[in-house]
């Protein structure tokens, strides 16, 4: 589920922590998009993308409201 949150290799600007927490908490409607891409400083664009290299897959959770 979560196979690439822990690499070492990949450095990031956020601990790996803040990172899952904002997934989870995206992927279980308690935050928005627009509210998940300021967290984490990205484009609204960049969501799903940055969901699957972070190891979230979207069956597992309930379908991502669109907001």
Do not use: Q
């Given at each position: 589920?979560?196979?690439?949150l822990?690499?070492k290799?990949?450095p990031s600007?956020f ?9 989870r908490?995206l ?6 998009r627009g509210t998940?891409?300021e967290?984490l400083e990205i484009d609204?664009?960049e969501?799903?993308?940055y969901?699957n ?6 069956e ?5 409201a669109?907001?």
């Amino acid at each position: 589920m979560r196979r690439r949150l822990y690499d070492k290799d990949s450095p990031s600007k956020f601990l790996s922590r803040f990172i899952s927490l904002a997934c989870r908490c995206l992927m279980e409607g308690k935050i928005s998009r627009g509210t998940f891409t300021e967290y984490l400083e990205i484009d609204r664009v960049e969501i799903d993308d940055y969901l699957n290299d972070a190891g979230f897959v979207e069956e597992n959770y309930a379908k991502i409201a669109a907001a």
